[in-house]
């Protein structure tokens, strides 16, 4: 079964959605729409009656109503079946068992479909680079255990050809990038995506150009990027 981004183009591109059960990495620099992508994909399993949970470790739960608000996505409708959790990054660092249990926990009792962590590089920065796999781990364990269809977002690395750290590719069924590219120096910077990996799933790997509008991320399928 294939589970709607909630953004056409994107879900043509990978076949009609996310199978269900994936995690889906979502990476890319400031500004790309990697919030807007995660917010789209719960805004679309909410107006399919769908409960969901929206993890941030970064805003506040009235910031993400209001960044979603202005892409015409009004979460407050959907109370009922959104839960929004701010984690403090430091305080998971801490005791990852309890918040293991305790995330696994909120995922079954309110019978998500859905999960959205944004963003899992303030977590990732805590740990260094022999430890970093650890949180990961863990939080690959839990959606795994409760059958939830998770997207994680990420920043980009330098080159914005990996996430941050290079690790997320691995515990992550699928990965998405989202790129700045500049045809010269002086010219506007183009926005395009490239699905790097959706296991089973037959994609294409082009880069396909992207805008975000006062709608949100709307991509555009057949356009050239130059």
């Not at 944004?118 to 970093?132: A, H, N, P, Q, Y």
């Not at 691995?170 to 183009?190: F, H, M, N, Q, W």
């Not at 509008?213 to 991509?219: A, F, M, P």
């Amino acid at each position: 079964m294939k589970v709607s981004t909630g953004i056409e183009g994107i879900d043509s591109i990978i076949g009609g959605g996310i199978p269900e059960g994936h995690i889906v990495t979502i990476f890319g620099t400031y500004g790309t729409g990697k919030t807007t992508f995660g917010l789209h994909f719960v805004y679309q399993g909410l107006r399919s009656g769908e409960n969901c949970i929206y993890i941030s470790l970064d805003e506040d739960e009235d910031s993400i109503l209001d960044t979603a608000s202005g892409f015409g996505m009004d979460l407050s409708n959907f109370q009922e079946n959104l839960e929004i959790i701010r984690l403090d990054p430091v305080a998971v660092k801490e005791s990852l068992e309890k918040i293991r249990s305790e995330m696994l926990q909120a995922i079954m009792e309110r019978r998500a479909k859905r999960l959205v962590v944004d963003t899992i590089s303030v977590l990732e920065g805590l740990f260094d680079e022999k430890e970093r796999w650890i949180p990961l781990s863990y939080l690959r364990n839990i959606i795994k255990k409760s059958g939830v269809t998770a997207i994680l977002t990420s920043e980009a690395d330098k080159t914005q050809l990996s996430s941050k750290y290079g690790i997320l590719e691995y515990i992550s069924d699928g990965a998405v990038a989202l790129r700045y590219l500049r045809k010269t120096e002086i010219e506007e910077p183009v926005l395009a995506l490239e699905v790097v990996k959706m296991r089973r799933v037959k994609h294409s790997r082009k880069l396909t150009p992207y805008i975000i509008t006062d709608k949100g991320i709307e991509v555009l399928e057949g356009a050239e990027l130059f």
